[in-house]
């Protein structure tokens, strides 16, 4: 049942450096302000923004800054409206890209983008150029350190996910499920005694692509770490896969 997203056993050390430049802050800030801007700001009937503060709390963002994500959301404080968008493109050796982002100027967000793009050995496309090439999937992640591989599976059946994998921290679980069940899984597993961090739509590539050489695999990578980087980014996808003995030697 796991395993669809194997970018995650080198993706830790990012996780690192966003800690370090207040990155995950800023993505947590802005998930918080869309969940509530979309849903409200109770997150008794959030569900999103329930995930949201959960997640920021564990990654030890300050309260002042969760309320005042929620307040730019419902609109009681004054601010530059976030819009989520999406972008898609090509990478080096054909891989397939999607760039979900949350900004307040879209224009300049889309200008340098595609410069990312175009100085990495990839170009943007137009929307629906890669994206087929993806499923869209729920992932509701939780936090338990006393959960093994076995009870992750009996959770995953019995909350309603169709797969699960270990995350890229200690006690961190993602759980796959179709799109529409994404909300009644997030809440079997909150029923559970489980602290949802996180839930969220994502895509996952239906036929991966996997770089067998060292300079492929360098260009691929720096490409997606750039996109990744990019201030207001909040998720990437790709189809890229590094085989096993690339990824030992970088």
């Known amino acids: 049942m796991s395993g669809h997203n194997k970018w995650s056993k080198i993706k830790f050390t990012k996780a690192a450096a966003d800690a370090k430049k207040g990155k995950i802050f800023a993505r947590y800030s802005h998930e918080i302000t869309l969940a509530a801007k979309n849903g409200g700001g109770d997150v008794d009937t ?96 939780i936090n338990d350190t006393t959960l093994t591989e076995d009870d992750a599976m009996e959770l995953a059946m019995d909350c309603g996910a169709d797969e699960f994998e270990e995350g890229e921290s200690e006690g961190e679980w993602a759980f796959i499920c179709g799109p529409t069940d994404l909300q009644a899984v997030s809440e079997a597993l909150a029923a559970a005694g489980k602290s949802v961090t996180g839930m969220k739509l994502i895509s996952v590539a239906q036929n991966p692509t996997v770089i067998s050489d060292v300079e492929t ?22 189809n890229f896969e590094i085989d096993e003995a690339i990824l030992e030697q970088l």
């Not at 995930?51 to 419902?74: L, Q």
């Not at 490409?223 to 207001?232: F, R, T």
């Open 46 to 141: 959030n569900p999103r923004l329930r995930a949201a503060i959960e997640g920021a709390k564990a990654a030890s963002m300050p309260k002042d800054n969760i309320d005042r994500a929620v307040k730019k959301g419902t609109g009681e404080l004054q601010g530059a409206a976030i819009q989520e968008m999406t972008y898609e493109g090509y990478g080096p050796a054909g891989t397939a890209i999607i760039v979900e982002v949350a900004t307040d100027n879209t224009n300049r967000c889309s200008s340098e983008l595609r410069t990312i793009f175009s100085r990495n050995g990839g170009n943007m496309g137009t929307p629906g150029s890669v994206s087929y090439q993806f499923d869209r999937k729920g992932e509701v992640r």
């Open 217 to 238: 695999a360098q260009k691929v990578m720096k490409l997606y770490e750039l996109l990744d980087d990019y201030d207001d980014t909040m998720n990437v996808f790709s």
